[in-house]
């Protein structure tokens, strides 16, 4: 039977599931065999399996970083937010239902099976299983049902380490304050502390080592760094940059600084060529789809929630969605409806993935209420399309081609494409479809809807952009028309041997090994 190590935060967002890909590459680099694991993810965020499951989209991106593939054991329950404390729950890659959060309080008992023997399926099969923590273990209102955090690290004693986050302040009371709030068996599991998202020179970090090991008697690991434009997806929408961001203006907490650290913009240009601006939903789902976007220099990448901040974008998208209608009267509420309409009207590029595909659509129906009350709702008119919502997720990996041969995607027609779906509902379109997909028959079947001139496109596809081929041909195109010229693109260095050998360098990896292995 394999071994386990936990990574547990002080709060949200401190790092967590980064330093967990970070691990798995790490270890596998040594030869480990290494699987990840999170018992209960609360993300919209989300990743089909090769055998239909859905799964959290940080446990498939830990995978790929542990270079295995993944599986619904590794995150064995998925809580999908569809509004103020309703969730959909999906259990062993499967839609149980949808849930408030009292009823699925009071069934964390029945479904704590499922999350282990999850876990104990992949330690049979691995040598190391690291798994991940939710949120904090001391939200002492939750404590009384927590299937997450400690009682995950108890069930298969798992030496833990806590993470803190310095860059936003605070991480001595955080740490000093989490250890305190821990049952006296809940802390002598916590063998060590990992200072996360430092900027500056760690040794001016050196009394604040020494003052956490000396108070809680256990070792700091290691201070790591803050890495820039890193290239791993971001878990939730903490990590979405809001909607009046252009570049970061981070302070050097921690390292004995007061001056801004003025940093590149997101894309690493300081004047990117285009503008791709993405419409911020509420409930905006899979904003990971743009990443590779972000990540191209000469690319900027605006998330918009208001019509002032629209501007003159090369492309317009509108994401994926867990409520489509209700994140469609948002943006009527707005006038950002108006916005995408008058940008589409003028020959402007416009693109919808999954429920923002639906949005394009002449209309959405749902006679069963899978999103709530019964009814229907007209779309924004821009493709002739009809979406109608059945009780049925579809979650499923598909591979194909591109198949439209007007607009941005004509460079790539015949380009092979990767991809997955995850959607409630089934459109009908009219027109020349995006994608020709590859059938279990040996057949192909058409995907997603274009316009005429092809500027306006929607699609169900999720992963588009990571298919180098359609996406150089899109930017190309933009590029061309605007009467522009792209960077170079340049071989881009592997994110997860990027994060490993950051780890490598501010963590103590052989103490870290004593205490994963004994």
Not at 4 to 15: D, K, P, R, Y
Not at 245 to 255: D, E
Not at 372 to 394: D, H, I
Not at 450 to 468: C, E, R
Request: charged fraction near 25%.
């Amino acid at each position: 039977m394999g071994r386990a190590l936990m990574v547990q935060g002080t709060a949200s967002h401190v790092g967590k599931s980064v330093l967990v890909a970070g691990l798995c590459r790490l270890f596998r680099q040594d030869g480990i065999r290494v699987a990840p694991f999170k018992a209960q993810n609360m993300a919209l965020n989300s990743y089909a399996t090769a055998d239909g499951g859905e799964i959290g989209r940080a446990q498939a991106v830990q995978a790929e970083a542990a270079r295995v593939s993944p599986s619904v054991a590794m995150n064995p329950i998925l809580l999908k937010p569809e509004g103020e404390a309703r969730s959909q729950v999906v259990v062993s890659g499967k839609v149980l239902g949808a849930m408030d959060a009292a009823e699925y309080h009071s069934r964390k008992e029945e479904l704590w099976p499922v999350v282990e023997a999850s876990l104990r399926s992949l330690l049979d099969e691995y040598d190391l299983v690291v798994i991940e923590g939710a949120g904090s273990p001391v939200e002492v209102n939750l404590k009384d049902a927590d299937i997450v955090n400690m009682r995950v690290a108890r069930a298969v004693s798992a030496p833990v380490l806590l993470v803190a986050d310095i860059d936003r302040g605070g991480v001595f009371a955080a740490l000093v304050g989490t250890m305190d709030l821990l049952e006296p068996a809940e802390r002598d599991l916590v063998k060590g502390f990992i200072v996360n998202k430092f900027r500056g020179d760690p040794a001016l970090f050196a009394s604040g080592v020494a003052f956490i090991e000396g108070r809680l008697s256990r070792p700091v690991l290691g201070v790591v760094p803050w890495i820039d434009n890193l290239g791993v997806a971001e878990e939730d929408s903490l990590g979405v940059p809001s909607p009046e961001f252009r570049a970061p203006n981070s302070r050097l907490r921690g390292a004995g600084w007061d001056a801004p650290l003025h940093l590149d913009s997101e894309s690493g240009t300081q004047d990117p060529e285009l503008e791709v601006v993405v419409i911020r939903l509420p409930h905006m789902a899979n904003f990971d789809d743009f990443d590779p976007l972000r990540q191209r220099p000469g690319v900027c990448v605006r998330f918009v929630d208001r019509p002032e901040d629209f501007g003159e974008p090369d492309l317009v998208i509108i994401p994926g969605t867990k409520t489509t209608r209700s994140d469609l009267e948002f943006m009527r509420e707005r006038g950002l409806d108006l916005k995408v309409v008058d940008h589409a009207r003028r020959h402007g590029c416009t693109l919808g993935i999954c429920g923002g595909y639906q949005m394009l659509g002449r209309r959405i129906e749902d006679p069963d209420g899978v999103e709530g009350a019964v009814g229907s709702a007209e779309g924004l008119g821009l493709l002739p399309a009809v979406t109608r919502f059945a009780g049925t997720k579809s979650t499923v990996q598909v591979h194909g081609s591109v198949a439209c041969e007007q607009g941005p995607l004509a460079g790539a027609t015949g380009s092979p494409v990767t991809a997955y779906e995850i959607h409630m509902g089934r459109t009908l379109a009219e027109g020349p479809a995006l994608f020709a997909l590859a059938d279990p028959d040996g057949g192909s079947r058409p995907e997603g809807a274009s316009s005429a001139d092809g500027l306006i496109v929607g699609t169900y596809l999720h992963g588009i952009f990571s298919n180098m081929g359609l996406r150089e041909a899109v930017l190309g195109w933009l590029a061309s028309r605007k009467g522009v010229r792209l960077p170079p693109l340049a071989q881009a260095p592997d994110p997860f041997d990027r994060l490993a050998d950051a780890l490598r360098h501010s963590l103590d990896v052989d103490r870290l090994r004593q205490i994963a292995f004994g």
